[in-house]
């Protein structure tokens, strides 16, 4: 299950009004990457490693957003904060940004992140 509230380009909205255009890189070409990290008790475990490869990826990939490392921490615990997460798994993604012609890369990249839900461990695989 996801929680209620999504976060598009600087924006929390509700998770009915998260939508990707059609005409967005990461669709159309595959142009992206993502990151997963876990949330307990409403900390996001291991920030900090989880930016610096999250940076490392997009310069590898040459998608400079812009965002300082602090902008993405401040980020992560705003949705935290938004969705009332105690315990979830944090994704986000971030893509090429929106394309008019399908080939052009715009200067504006497209961040995405969205909360879910994890199950309760089972103690049988402890």
């Not at 996801?2 to 998260?18: D, M, Q, S």
């Not at 490392?56 to 935290?80: A, C, H, P």
């Not at 105690?86 to 995405?112: C, H, L, M, W």
Request: glycine share 8%; net charge negative.
């Amino acid at each position: 299950m996801i929680y209620p509230y999504f976060f598009i380009n600087g924006e929390i909205v509700e998770k009915e009004k998260a939508l990707i255009p059609v005409w967005d890189l990461g669709l159309l070409r595959g142009m992206g990457i993502f990151d997963f990290f876990r949330v307990w008790d409403g900390v996001a475990v291991f920030a900090e490693d989880h930016i610096e490869r999250l940076q490392r990826s997009l310069q590898l990939i040459d998608m400079n957003t812009g965002v300082s490392d602090d902008q993405w921490k401040k980020w992560f615990y705003e949705m935290i904060r938004a969705n009332n997460a105690d315990r979830a798994g944090f994704r986000v993604v971030v893509t090429g940004g929106y394309s008019e012609d399908g080939y052009s890369i715009p200067e504006q990249k497209n961040i995405y992140m969205m909360l879910h839900h994890l199950p309760p461990n089972d103690p049988v695989q402890y």
